[in-house]
């Protein structure tokens, strides 16, 4: 079975632009959360959506949002881009809350 | 709030030898769940090991265990006759119970090299 896929997988953008990320979690489930991975850090919470609903958001600003589509993919939203943005974006599924979280191989963001 | 501690940044293991990553942890709750996740170098988190808080037994996934200790509220990972492959970034996280969904709480990891 495929796992969690995110695309695309490299990404260079300037600062004030507009990014989109997107995710597929693992067939069956219906729970998605996003992660920011800044190098050296740990990954930080920034949503998860369940059954198309917003069931979680982490300390992040408005210029990030998020969606999930009638299939269970995702996509993540980030308007105003800073240089502060540069990070990995993980994307990761579950078929239930509480379950255990398997994730993508994320999205390299880099942020001129 | 949450908190994980990894104090080991990095680790250096002779192959096959046997290697205990470190892990503490801070809440207030009683119920909770502990995870290991593996991030090799090209990014992916691979999932472990899961310990919930009121599992009697320490948990075990083939060559890894996991030392749950409640009362010191550690949760170190046991990698047991180590490989080139076991290489990569391990951190360390807890699910909180309060956020009432998935919300995962990451520690700083620990950079495991295998010598041969």
């Known amino acids: 079975d495929a796992g969690v896929t995110q695309s695309p997988t490299h990404l260079i953008k300037t600062r004030g632009q507009h990014v989109t990320l997107r995710c597929s979690p693992i067939?069956?489930?219906?729970?998605v959360s996003w992660y920011q991975q800044v190098l050296g850090q740990g990954p930080q919470f920034i949503f998860q959506y369940y059954e198309k609903e917003e069931r979680g958001r982490g300390n992040f600003p408005d210029r990030f949002s998020a969606r999930q589509f009638p299939n269970y993919s995702s996509e993540l939203n980030v308007n105003a881009l800073l240089l502060g943005d540069s990070a990995l974006y993980l994307c990761?599924?579950?078929?239930?809350?509480?379950?255990?979280?398997?994730f993508g191989p994320g999205t390299r963001l880099l942020v001129l | 709030a949450q908190k994980i501690t990894q104090t080991q940044p990095g680790m250096f293991v002779q192959e096959k030898e046997a290697v205990t990553l470190d892990c503490t942890y801070d809440t207030s709750d009683q119920s909770y769940g502990l995870f290991w996740y593996k991030q090799p170098s090209s990014g992916e988190m691979i999932f472990l090991i899961y310990?919930?808080?009121?599992?009697?037994q320490n948990a075990t996934e083939g060559r890894y265990s996991l030392n749950f200790q409640k009362a010191r509220k550690s949760a170190n990972l046991v990698i047991s006759a180590s490989q080139l492959g076991d290489s990569a970034m391990y951190f360390c996280a807890m699910r909180d119970p309060n956020f009432g969904n998935e919300k995962l709480t990451f520690g700083t990891g620990t950079r495991l090299t295998i010598i041969p």
């Open positions: 067939s069956g489930h219906k729970s």
């Open positions: 310990q919930g808080s009121y599992d009697e």
């Open positions: 990761a599924s579950n078929l239930e809350p509480r379950e255990t979280q398997y």
